[in-house]
């Protein structure tokens, strides 16, 4: 009984000690991240740490801004907005990692971590900036801002925080801002949806192929790559194609079965718009819905003259001035390619017309006729961390900075990398870049550019930025390394503008730091930086091929560089199209008795897109629009075409790692945000007004 008794006190111990020590452990989110860089401790974060965080972070911020409201010294910059812009370090570290992560590697955990945070977010959100005594203390600074010097990086920081109140209704009476509480909430949700829906349905679908005659036409790593999909799914013994781009993509251009193509392409384009538990469409209109009433609330007459008050377009009508400015001269173009492709068809007694599941196969041999281009003979040179160092030397060449990779750097997903950079010059630390570049069912299509860590300076310290670069590349098979294609290379490029943006920040404040700029602005580094992919000089310090070590030979530098301005006319002509399909839903005043679908016909019957082209984006699987932040917005990528294309025309006349160019691309662009007027900081570079005249001759259409 005696020895009973004991054991059972230990037990007790035991418990007693287990439990003490899983009370023990402290939630990752509220310690300061440690080691050499600060990185967020990926391994020890659970699912189970965010919902407390994020109460908590929003806790700890309501108090720092109630700090600010009660400070009983007279408002000035630097006790109200400046206090206020530095505000919010723990909630910014919760939301950075839980959003990041719910793009690369999400699961139904966290997206429902998401859907419970989005509300609260929101919530917060509003509680900022329609907090009347807040507001008070701002205003007083706004006012009185002749009265401090204040440099112009503040006076910028001033003005955008003054416009954060007025944009989310702090001047409306008190229903009209219960009613857009509730608005920002459903916003936010509806948006979420959108996006799950739309991963989900990409990863619905496949094609299974059974009989190798099927795979006729497509490229040796193409069909391994398929195999090594059906044995990961199940399916050994056949080949699997998917939705995500590295299969997609060359299925549509090599493969000689035009049944099957076409059975892609339906799928693709279908995305969101299968009348199922994933359909897109009501989720369109209810968003739409509300988007129109929250502009009207704001006093806008469309969402679109909303969204755009803030950019560098200012209005509609300057938006449809640049597409419109475009469209003829791409359908032009698109229009003689069809010609050129449609002799093909029938020169081998196709007895068709060509139709859109077809404009990647025959521009392919197109390309191989005209040009004796292949592509999948340039992908040889092309190995992924090739063209990564490549796209490393090219920005060390540029601005002096050098790349290190970190060993046992805390990671969030086995493939993703980490490296440190730091300038040439004296050894200081840039910024830690991540870079994740594979697709996977856990992961939102497309690429893209985050942070983890903004960059901004605290008690004179200078906290330098975490960002990653994020793409859906061609994964590495049994055999083959990953091998890119020229647009994956471009890609990657493109990615990395954006990455420079953030590195080379030498801001004071968050709220114009890095990459904190217009849409139509935040693109220009990030397309200025695709020049350099493909520039002789360039490809020879990178594109080796994968077997030999063999440099990339001139005359497939030559092919490369004339082929240019192949499928522009296609390339433009989506382009233009998805940019006005956006436009075309946020410049309605109503959504009652709109079908999405009519709509969406009807809107490419007015721009007049030939039959042979979709818009790049069909409305119920356009991302970008519903959920990414470009609503009325998805014409930056020209508007920030047109401002790099003249840009770097300065590179092309000095040189194209002219250094006082680079250097003063670098002071007067990245490290900028936007601390200054953009137009007067891109004027200061480029020396005068841009021009479009330059992007519209890079496109083949002058």
């Keep these: 009984m005696k020895k009973a008794f004991y054991l059972i006190i230990a037990i007790i111990t035991i418990m007693t000690a287990c439990r003490g020590k899983q009370e023990q452990r402290v939630n990752p989110f509220f310690e300061e991240w440690g080691g050499e860089f600060g990185l967020p401790p990926f391994a020890e974060i659970t699912d189970a740490d965010y ?89 007083t600074v706004y006012k009185n801002r002749d009265k401090e010097q204040l440099t112009t990086e503040q006076q910028r920081v001033l003005e955008e925080i003054y416009k954060q109140f ?81 299969s997609y993509v ?12 076409e059975k892609m392409f339906r799928a693709y384009s279908m995305r969101g718009n299968n009348n199922n538990a994933n359909d897109n469409k009501q989720v369109i209109l209810d968003l739409m819905k509300l988007r129109i009433e929250k502009a009207s609330l704001l006093g806008y007459n469309t969402p679109a003259d909303f969204f755009l008050d803030n ?66 003979e340039v992908k040889q040179y092309f190995k992924m961390e090739n063209v990564r160092q490549g796209v490393f030397d090219c920005a060390s060449k540029l601005y002096g900075i050098g790349f290190e990779p970190i060993k046992d750097a805390s990671i969030y997903y086995p493939e993703v990398e980490a490296f440190k950079i730091t300038n040439k010059a004296d050894g200081s630390l840039v910024g830690i870049l991540y870079t994740d570049y594979y697709p996977r069912d856990s992961k939102r299509g497309g690429a893209w550019m985050n942070n983890f860590r903004d960059q901004e300076v605290i008690a004179g310290k200078d906290i330098r930025p975490i960002i990653v670069n994020v793409g859906n590349f061609t994964k590495p098979t049994t055999s083959k390394p990953s091998l890119l294609t ?27 730091s890095g990459t904190s700029t217009p849409r139509d602005f935040v693109e220009m580094p990030s397309q200025i930086n695709e020049n350099w992919a493909f520039q002789p000089e360039v490809l020879k310090t990178y594109a080796k091929h994968y077997k030999t070590g063999e440099v990339i030979p001139d005359s497939l530098v030559r092919k490369i560089n004339t082929t240019a301005t192949f499928n522009q006319g296609f390339m433009t002509t989506e382009l233009v199209a998805a940019a006005l399909l956006d436009m075309k839903w946020h410049t309605l005043k109503s959504v009652d008795d709109i079908d999405v679908i009519a709509f969406e016909n ?20 356009f991302n970008h629009i519903f959920n990414s932040g470009y609503s009325a917005g998805y014409y930056a990528y020209l508007w920030s075409e047109m401002l790099e294309k003249d840009a770097f025309e300065l590179f092309r006349q000095k040189g194209i790692f002219d250094e006082a160019t680079a250097k003063s691309f670098k002071e007067n662009i990245l490290e900028k945000g936007s601390s200054d007027d953009l137009m007067k900081l891109y004027r200061q570079f480029r020396g005068q007004d841009p021009s479009i005249k330059p992007m519209l001759q890079a496109r083949g259409l002058l």
């Design 250 to 261: 060359p299925f549509m251009q090599y493969a000689d079965n035009r049944e099957l193509r």
């Design 311 to 376: 950019s560098l377009a200012k209005t509609p009508d300057n938006v449809y001035k640049l597409l419109n400015s475009i469209m003829p001269a791409a359908l032009k173009k698109a229009k003689s390619e069809v010609v050129e492709m449609q002799k093909i068809i029938d020169r081998q007694k196709g007895g068709f017309k060509l139709q859109p599941w077809d404009w990647a196969y025959y521009a392919e041999k197109l390309r191989k006729e005209k040009y004796d281009l292949n592509e999948d």
């Design 166 to 246: 007025t944009r989310n209704g702090i001047n409306l009476p008190a229903d009209k801002q219960a009613r857009l509480r509730e608005l920002n909430k459903q916003i936010g949700l509806l948006q979420q949806k959108f996006s799950n829906n739309m991963l989900a349905e990409t990863n619905a679908f496949t094609l299974v192929v059974d009989k190798k005659e099927d795979l006729s036409g497509l490229p040796e790593g193409v069909i391994e790559a398929a195999a090594d999909e059906a044995k990961a799914t199940g399916n050994e013994g056949k080949w699997v194609f998917t939705l995500k781009n590295p």
């Design 486 to 512: 020229t647009d994956e290379v471009e890609t990657m490029f493109h990615e990395f503008g954006h990455a420079l943006h953030g590195l080379l920040s030498r801001c004071n404040y968050r709220t114009v």
């Design 602 to 621: 009807r809107a490419v019957k007015e721009m007049g897109l030939i039959d042979e082209i979709i818009p790049r984006y069909r409305s119920t699987y």
């Design 51 to 139: 919902r407390p965080a994020v109460l908590e972070g929003i806790r700890q911020h309501d108090a720092e801004i109630q700090a600010i409201i009660d400070n009983p010294d007279a408002p000035t910059f630097a006790n109200t907005i400046e206090a206020y812009d530095h505000s919010g370090q723990l909630l910014g570290k919760v939301v950075g990692v839980l959003f990041n992560l719910n793009s690369t590697n999400s699961n139904d955990s966290l997206k429902a971590i998401v859907e419970f945070a989005l509300p609260l977010l929101s919530e917060h959100n509003d509680n900022i900036f329609m907090n009347p005594d807040f507001f008070k203390r701002v205003e």
